[in-house]
């Protein structure tokens, strides 16, 4: 089965700097790769997704990059603000490959400093 | 547009007792359910999921159930609670590929 690798679990960046998140996925079938943020005693909100027919996608401050050859993608936030502040997801599956669907990385606690 | 509840959001019980966790999605037909369980500073561990009513597919042996008894409803069930059963219950639907989750139950097994 799909095993996700996610990196690091922690990250602690500047407000207004850069981060970065990234994922590395085992079965090189899988081709849909969501990422999703989840605040504090909430669920999970899906935030961006990649398919493997592009290797970037871009949502204002948010961007997801694939490289299918080495198995791995990145979440990239840029111009960090407070409210990013968050544990993020990373996922991936085969679309259309049934429905137990998305195999989910450990987490990324990414910590926004003032 | 779709939305999904759960209730209730939070829940103490006592070791031994039943538990009866409802979801349910607004807005769609005939979608996959999910049940997931996050423990404390960890990722989500998928429990259940259906595909129709009536069809569950278990992904971790425990004493939990699931059961689907309408399209958009999903429970989840235990006769008797452990202290391993505390953590953070998670519902998500989907029509495809894309996983949508619901706002969580906090459990707390005493």
């Known amino acids: 089965g799909e095993n996700v690798e996610q990196h690091p679990s922690t990250l602690s960046v500047q407000e207004g700097d850069s981060a970065v998140i990234k994922c590395t996925y085992s079965?090189?079938?899988?081709?849909?790769f969501p990422w999703y943020k989840q605040e504090l005693g909430k669920g999970p909100q899906l935030i961006i997704d990649i398919r493997s027919n592009v290797g970037e996608k871009k949502d204002q401050r948010i961007a997801v990059t694939l490289n299918k050859t080495a198995k791995h993608f990145s979440l990239h936030i840029t111009e960090t603000q407070p409210e990013d502040s968050a544990v993020y997801f990373c996922a991936a599956t085969l679309s259309g490959g049934g429905a137990d669907g998305l195999t989910f990385g450990k987490g990324t606690h990414l910590i926004i400093q003032p | 547009s779709q939305t999904i509840h759960q209730w209730p959001a939070t829940l103490v019980q006592p070791v031994g007792s039943p538990l009866s966790l409802e979801c349910t999605v607004e807005g769609t037909s005939n979608p996959n359910l999910y049940w997931y369980r996050q423990a404390a500073g960890r990722g989500l561990q998928l429990l259940f999921y259906?595909?129709?009513?009536?069809?569950i597919s278990s992904e971790v042996p425990q004493n939990l159930s699931a059961s689907r008894p309408q399209d958009r409803q999903f429970i989840l069930s235990s006769k008797k609670l452990l202290l391993s059963d505390s953590g953070f219950y998670l519902c998500?639907?989907?029509?495809?590929?894309?996983?949508?989750f619901g706002p969580g139950t906090r459990l707390t097994v005493t």
């Open positions: 998500a639907w989907s029509l495809g590929s894309e996983q949508y």
């Open positions: 079965d090189s079938a899988s081709n849909y």
């Open positions: 259906s595909v129709g009513i009536g069809q």
